[in-house]
């Protein structure tokens, strides 16, 4: 079944409403409106079956009554077809009538109910007749010194029913147009309102990577409910432009770094080949790049494990770390290192750690801090490596070099992609400065972080912090 | 000729010096950072600057803004990897006369470096005549009288940046400057060593014959100047 639109929806909804509504209203004015008409009738045919009781109070012969009662129903303006019927109770047999009982008024003067017995205070009111010929009349019995004589005077109603007739031809034309006209109305205004979101919808339809970040959807014509929504849309968008521009500058930097070691190898490859060479210089040649392309595969292995992190949902491999054990090993590799130079790596008897993680990427995190320790701390200098828990109860690894400082305004930027401290896009050190970035990447992973503090006296100390399940 | 490589991939500056020297026979000096070179394109008269743009302490575009303020107008190539149109108009309109994008190809990069220094010595051809010496620049063919004659590198080097600029009086001093780099030991008086074997290799037989003397002022090969 497919659904209405929203338009149609509450068009529906609206014009329900209002038929209920004018239904309600009409009937209950026909009602009034048929009860005062109706009074009205009742209360003239009451006064002359009143009339033709006080003529028969002072009865002075059959035939001064007929004229009286003639002078009652036979007024001007009256319809003359007002009909009545005098009998005494119990007989058969009219006292006076207006018709004949085989008559066509006659015979409904005497289908009266037989259930009441009015009086001139209570009156009975009856319906009679056919449609489109509907008579209203009054009964009433008043005492006399010969008995009781009922006295039942019609007249025809069908004008009051004729006048109903048209009042509810006009309030169907009357509803019926308000019915129409409210649910013109409310389509026009449900799609006024709903313009915004067709303009808006055209907008998105040409937002692709290049323009995202300069369509601004919110504008004046936009409605109030709708302003929170298109605001929404805007976060979203300069979100995404955000991503975008990041995600270009990576690209872009991600270009950049490999097309040095991609031009070293090309400059020294060209440069073996332009004209004849001994043999040493070939063989340096060779060696170069193959320097040159591990460089490029180092970096692109960096480049990969950066984009494996930043999957969203990406799974890593969970299990159980024992981070002293992990710690001491990789300790050992980076000791030897130290040795050759002077250095010195020192890691003080931690107690037993076991934390839920991601064995390789925890590898690599410490792998990249220790690195970044053991290259850019003095080559005769000590390297401290603490494990222990923090206040909160996380594990908390502090790699701490006596090294050189690094400068304040270099320190927020430290874990960010491509940064190298000081502009120095000097590749004598090697790096890339991804190392950072990815430890980072990694211990956000594992609910934690890296802070890094550096002063001239006492050193660098990195400090990572990983929740332990 | 001399050239000022500012490039802080060391490897990368030596291969283009090595070409350089091979190919052109022209003295090569190397900057690995922006303060370094910046202070050596300040104070050296230099044919040509070959300018990386990511560089340690000073930046390239800063080096070659600081150089036009100076109103040095020595040609400058930028080499850098930065591929962006917009960098590429940044560092032609702050003054550069070429730009050439990582990786690149060391022979056009060596053509153009000779077509830079060329033009700034307002020529438009690579081969230079001067009475009955034809001198090939790229070729380094030098043919007298439709007879080729072999140079040393360093005679050539002296002929080719006489030729370059025939007919104007050329000091000692600016010989020097221009035909050895940085390292080399710089003696003015070898320059007339070179002189009397290049008028010995290019069978000129008096002193007034094409290349003249000027004591205390310098050379002039061809027409002297009026």
């Known amino acids: ?73 036979g007024r001007p303006g009256w319809n003359p077809s007002t009909c009545y ?24 003067l005497r289908e009266l109910p037989d259930q009441n017995n009015p009086s001139r205070e209570e009156p009975t009111f009856v319906n009679m007749g056919l449609p489109h010929d509907e008579y209203r009349a009054v009964w009433i019995r008043e005492k006399t010194n010969e008995g009781t004589v009922n006295i039942v005077v019609a007249g025809p109603s069908h004008h009051t029913y004729h006048e109903m007739y048209e009042f509810e031809r006009l309030l169907i034309v009357l509803g019926g147009s308000l019915i129409l006209g409210s649910v013109v109305a409310v389509m026009w205004t449900v799609r006024c309102g709903l313009r915004p979101i067709h303009m808006t919808a055209e907008l998105l339809k040409d937002i692709t990577h290049p323009n995202i970040g300069e369509v601004i959807l919110a504008d004046k014509k936009v409605p109030k409910e709708l302003r929170p929504f298109a605001e929404a849309l805007n976060n979203m968008l300069s979100r995404l432009d955000r991503v975008l521009q990041q995600q270009r500058q990576f690209t872009s930097d991600a270009a950049h770094e490999l097309r040095t070691p991609l031009s070293l190898a090309k400059s020294t490859l060209q440069t073996a080949q332009i004209r004849q060479r001994q043999t040493d210089e070939y063989r340096q040649a060779i060696k170069d790049s193959l320097e040159d392309i591990a460089r490029m595969e180092h970096l692109i292995d960096q480049l990969l494990v950066l984009a494996r992190l930043d999957e969203v949902g990406g799974d890593t491999a969970n299990g159980e770390v024992q981070l002293d054990v992990l710690l001491r090993e990789l300790t050992e590799s980076y000791v030897k290192k130290m040795e050759r130079s002077g250095g010195k790596v020192i890691f003080e008897e931690p107690p037993d750690m076991t934390i839920q993680g991601d064995l390789d990427g925890l590898i690599r995190l410490f792998s990249n801090v220790l690195d970044n320790a053991t290259r850019y ?60 970035a990815i430890a980072r990447e990694i211990a956000r992973r594992h609910n934690g972080d890296i802070s890094i503090t550096s002063n001239p006296s006492s050193g660098t100390l990195v400090c990572i912090r990983l929740a332990r399940n | 000729m001399r050239v000022l490589i500012i490039e802080d991939e060391i490897r990368l500056a030596r291969n283009v010096a090595k070409v350089l020297d091979e190919e052109s026979s022209w003295a090569v000096d190397i900057s690995i950072d922006g303060e370094d070179g910046r202070h050596m394109a300040m104070t050296n008269p230099y044919d040509l600057i070959i300018l990386d743009l990511g560089l340690p302490k000073i930046s390239g575009l800063k080096i070659l803004q600081d ?133 010995k290799k290019l069978g000129l037989d008096s002193e007034s014959e094409l290349i003249h003397t000027f004591r205390n002022q310098g050379y002039v090969l061809g027409e002297l100047p009026v």
């Open chain 1, 85 to 108: 019927r005098i009998w005494m109770d119990g007989s058969s047999t009219d006292l006076l009538a207006s018709d004949t009982p085989d008559s066509r008024y006659g015979s409904w």
């Open chain 1, 377 to 436: 701390g003095p080559p005769d200098g000590t390297v401290y490596v603490a494990l222990g828990y923090g206040p909160d109860g996380y594990a908390t690894v502090r790699i701490h070099d006596k090294g050189g400082s690094i400068p304040p305004e270099s320190l927020p930027h430290l874990c960010d992609r491509f940064y190298r401290v000081g502009h120095s896009r000097s590749r004598s050190t090697g790096g890339a400065g991804l190392g950072l």
């Open chain 2, 67 to 199: 150089l036009r303020r100076n109103n040095m107008t020595v040609p400058v190539l930028i080499l850098t990897a930065r591929d962006a149109a917009d960098d590429i108009i940044q560092g032609l309109e702050m003054g550069s006369d070429d730009y050439m994008v990582k990786p690149f190809d060391i022979r056009e990069l060596i053509a153009r470096c000779k077509a830079l220094v060329r033009r700034s010595y307002g020529r438009a051809t690579p081969v230079i005549e001067i009475g009955n010496i034809s001198i090939n620049t790229t070729k380094h063919q030098v043919i007298v009288r439709g007879r080729a004659v072999r140079l040393s590198a360093m005679e050539y080097r002296l002929l080719e940046y006489l030729a370059m600029r025939a007919g104007e009086v050329v000091s000692k001093t600016d010989i020097v400057d221009h035909l050895y780099d940085f390292g080399s030991e710089k003696y003015s008086n070898v320059v007339e060593v070179y002189i009397s074997s290049l008028r």
């Open chain 1, 1 to 73: 079944m497919t659904s209405l639109s929203l338009k149609w929806r509450v068009s529906l909804w609206v014009s329900t409403i209002l038929v209920v509504v004018i239904v309600t209203i009409s009937i209950v004015a026909y009602i009034e409106f048929e009860e005062s008409h109706l009074l009205n009738v009742d209360r003239t045919l009451l006064a002359m079956a009143n009339g033709i009781a006080v003529s028969l109070d002072d009865f002075q012969g059959t035939e001064e009554l007929m004229k009286e009662i003639r002078a009652v129903t």
